[in-house]
């Protein structure tokens, strides 16, 4: 009777949970549905919260294990008899070194697609699946934000990602499923102890729950708190950015220097981290901080990993994306001058447009004649030198002073008609090719493409 009216207060919780936490999402609500035991409970209790009718169970079948179709042919089934939209997304994968965690990724990528915005996927994780991860990141050697583990609402790809279960046990989700009489699939591949959360599921966590019954509680409270950290964390780094980012997205190596060894990582971290890069190895900060921040002024290390490369140019730390370095430079193309041209050239796009009257170009903009209709754009070749102002300056030396990065100048692209150099990005344009006064003009100015160049 007690453990009956356990299993009553436990799905009322979770079913007040799940509208509570849905009140503010209209659209579609896609569940991962593999036919386990845990995404069978979720996809009870959103038919029991009264959202059968928003709802589309999505069976992801990798065709990895031999009763696959088994597996989707009952999660259709089921579907079919709660009158709950179904979709079976077939994926091919090539076998290999890192299976697991491709199919994971891939799984999640196929249930993403078919969230729409107004809409949000839920996963059926529980707190077994919450202490499993955070031990498997903490043997990993996962910092604060890794041992965060999974959190119960969080936006990927500007889409909302639910977790309501992972405050229930995977005990107490069998009782439930057992008592409401739910059919569920085995998957044997997960009984294996080989794959390394397999072991910690079936031979780790087993044994620390014999000796602390409430290590899983614990573990996912320890989670918890490292999200509060996090939270901590990120605030700090808001601050520290805003002081020592510059308007370019490189850091103050002053500013940065200056601040603790602790504080530093948790500022390049989350630098990182809001551009879009995974943290590199603890080696390559290490070098950082003994390659990079002591050098002199005038010198150039260059610390490099497959994600990116940092580098430094008199007080500022740059961070380069692997493409940059990747790209070619293209040889000498023609660039045709039209209102609302937009042309990619190397790692940078090159835009026209056409205006009345000159204005100020700023530091990446030229203003030309309006009454050009081509020019050539020809790569550096070292030696140039642009008529600016009755004088022959090297180009490399406006450079320098327009402090452009010594890596990033043979990739600016040069302006040039019937050979003769006309303008030069971030330099100027020569005396003969200046616009008159009030006259029409083209107005070019150059960006870092974003496809290959951050």
Same mark, same amino acid.
């Given at each position: 009777m007690h453990a009956m009216k356990d299993i009553d207060r436990t799905e009322?919780?979770?079913?007040?949970?799940?509208?509570?936490?849905?009140?503010?999402?209209?659209?579609?609500?896609?569940?991962?549905?593999s036919g386990g035991l845990d995404s069978s409970v979720l996809l009870y209790l959103l038919c029991h919260a009264g959202f059968r009718h928003r709802l589309?169970?999505?069976?992801?079948?990798?065709?990895?294990?031999?009763?696959?179709?088994?597996?989707?042919?009952?999660?259709?089934r089921l579907a079919r +008899?709660?009158?709950?939209? #179904?979709?079976?997304?077939?994926? =091919?994968?090539?076998? !290999?070194?890192?299976?697991? *965690?491709?199919? &994971?990724?891939?799984?999640?990528?196929?249930?993403l697609a078919r969230v729409p915005a107004d809409g949000a996927l839920l996963l059926?994780?529980?707190?077994?699946?919450? +202490?499993?991860?955070?031990? #498997?990141?903490?043997?990993?050697? =996962?910092?604060?934000? !890794?041992?965060?583990?999974? *959190?119960?609402? &969080?936006?990927?790809?500007?889409?909302?990602?639910?977790?309501?279960?992972?405050?229930?046990?995977?005990a107490m989700l069998e009782k439930l499923a057992r008592v409401r009489g739910l059919d569920w699939v085995e998957d044997p591949s997960n009984r294996e102890t080989g794959p390394d959360r397999n072991f910690l599921r079936h031979r780790v966590l087993p044994l620390l729950t014999e000796r602390w019954p409430g290590a899983v509680d614990t573990l996912a409270r320890d989670a918890a708190l490292q999200r509060d950290a996090v939270v901590l964390l990120d605030e700090i780094r808001d601050q520290d950015l805003a002081r020592i980012e510059n308007e370019d997205?490189?850091?103050?190596?002053?500013?940065?220097?200056?601040l603790s060894p602790p504080r530093r990582r948790n500022l390049l971290h989350g630098w990182l981290h809001l551009r879009g890069r995974r943290s590199p190895p603890r080696a390559v900060l290490e070098r950082v901080e003994r390659e990079?921040?002591?050098?002199?002024?005038?010198r150039a290390p260059v610390i490099a990993w497959p994600e990116g490369t940092f580098r430094r140019h008199g007080n500022r730390l740059y961070l380069l994306d692997a493409a940059e370095r990747e790209v070619p430079l293209p040889g000498e193309e023609a660039l045709l001058l039209e209102d609302g041209t937009s042309r990619v050239w190397g790692c940078f796009r090159i835009r026209v447009k056409k205006l009345s009257t000159p204005e100020a170009p700023g530091p990446s903009g030229l203003c030309l004649p309006g009454d050009l209709s081509h020019l050539e754009l020809v790569p550096p070749r070292g030696g140039e030198r642009l008529l600016l102002g009755g004088m022959h300056r090297q180009l490399t030396e406006c450079w320098r002073q327009a402090g452009i990065p010594p890596w990033r100048r043979p990739a600016l692209p040069l302006l040039c008609l019937d050979g003769e150099l006309v303008a030069a990005f971030a330099a100027g344009v020569a005396d003969p090719w200046r616009p008159a006064t009030n006259a029409p003009v083209w107005y070019l100015w150059l960006e870092p493409d974003p496809v290959t160049f951050r």
């Open positions: 009322q919780a979770l079913v007040r949970h799940l509208r509570r936490h849905l009140a503010d999402t209209p659209g579609t609500l896609v569940t991962g549905f589309q169970a999505v069976h992801v079948h990798h065709g990895l294990q031999p009763e696959a179709d088994r597996w989707a042919e009952h999660c259709r +008899a709660r009158q709950i939209s #179904f979709h079976c997304e077939f994926l =091919a994968l090539e076998p !290999g070194a890192g299976l697991e *965690a491709r199919a &994971r990724a891939a799984r999640r990528q196929a249930l059926a994780h529980h707190a077994d699946d919450q +202490a499993e991860t955070l031990l #498997f990141r903490l043997l990993r050697g =996962a910092g604060p934000r !890794g041992l965060a583990a999974m *959190a119960e609402r &969080r936006t990927e790809q500007e889409r909302t990602i639910l977790r309501p279960l992972l405050g229930e046990s995977r997205g490189t850091l103050d190596l002053a500013g940065l220097t200056a990079l921040l002591p050098a002199a002024p005038d």
